[in-house]
């Protein structure tokens, strides 16, 4: 593992501050450690636990530096000042890393945890120091998104010969051939080795929007009280687990869930079957646009 570059940014604050590689600035070293959210259960009259862990807590971040002299740095002091801003309790920044191994960069969002930059003599003007952080998600992130657009799968009239996800259909109003999509999940790719959370827009038109993954075996699905006209989409975020007509500032339409039916899923590793599927009303344009961050245990 060859840690080729390390960043940390703040977009809510406007920040961001190159650690590694740079003029007056050593590299000692960055670890991270996962914990787990037990979940155990006592048997009764059994030996052991009845044990359903299944998910991790925050993680613990160490970053070790060592500043020194360098003719194209700020100074020492003025690099603990700006690598500070990063340290408050209500920040939440981003750590980038880029490493040689990783096929892309990855990140991990912070809270600050303790700081250590003592001041040792006979070593002049040169600092060894120790920010911990703890890292609330619990996991590393792809620091690029992915993006996949899901084709509604969308079944033909109920009259004639009919393609549905039964097979071919015959109807007494005589042969006729309806349009209709073919009714396949997508494969959507998650490079990462844990679950990972997402958002999805699903356009319109469509009646009872209904978004699927396969591979984990859930699906949301909404009652066809929700109908979306070609110009509507729902904002689905399996993290806060929220549904917003048209996004920020539009209205939640978590009660036209269909409850007893649905769950929200994370994107698995590897490949995943998603389907967005309304009950009607679709139309060759519409579909659904999935994002999310392929994720990584912090080990």
């Known amino acids: 593992m060859t840690v080729s570059s390390i960043t940390l940014t703040d977009a809510d604050r406007g920040l961001s501050s190159l650690v590694k590689p740079r003029p007056g600035v050593a590299f000692q070293g960055l670890a991270t450690a996962a914990t787990v959210r037990a979940v155990t259960e006592s048997r009764q009259q059994r030996h052991g636990m009845k044990d359903t862990t299944s998910s991790f807590d925050d993680a613990a971040v160490s970053l070790n530096l060592q500043l020194y002299p360098d003719p194209a740095s700020p100074g020492t002091r003025a690099l603990l000042d700006e690598f500070g ?75 004639g010969l009919i393609w549905t996800s039964s097979g071919l259909v015959w109807t007494n109003t005589g042969a006729v051939w309806t349009a209709g999509s073919s009714p396949s999940a997508s494969l959507v790719a998650s490079e990462g080795n844990v679950e990972a959370d997402w958002q999805a827009q699903m356009f319109g038109p469509a009646v009872g929007p209904k978004l699927g993954n396969d591979t984990a075996g859930l699906t949301l699905e909404f009652t066809d009280d929700l109908v979306l006209s070609a110009t509507d989409y729902v904002l689905l975020d399996s993290a806060s687990q929220s549904a917003v007509l048209n996004g920020a500032g539009g209205s939640s339409v978590l009660g036209n869930l269909n409850f007893p039916t649905s769950e929200w899923w994370l994107m698995q590793p590897g490949l995943n079957q998603v389907r967005y599927y309304p009950t009607a009303g679709g139309s060759s344009s519409t579909q659904a646009q999935i994002t999310f961050r392929p994720a990584w245990a912090c080990t």
């Open 85 to 159: 801003a990063f340290l408050h309790p209500r920040a939440r920044p981003l750590l980038v890393v880029t490493d040689t191994e990783w096929d892309e960069a990855r990140q991990l969002m912070l809270r600050f945890d303790a700081g250590n930059s003592p001041i040792a003599l006979g070593e002049g003007l040169t600092r060894t120091i120790q920010y911990q952080w703890r890292a609330p998600n619990g996991i590393w992130e792809a620091a690029t998104p992915v993006s996949v657009a899901l084709p509604a799968i969308i079944e033909g009239d109920t009259a």
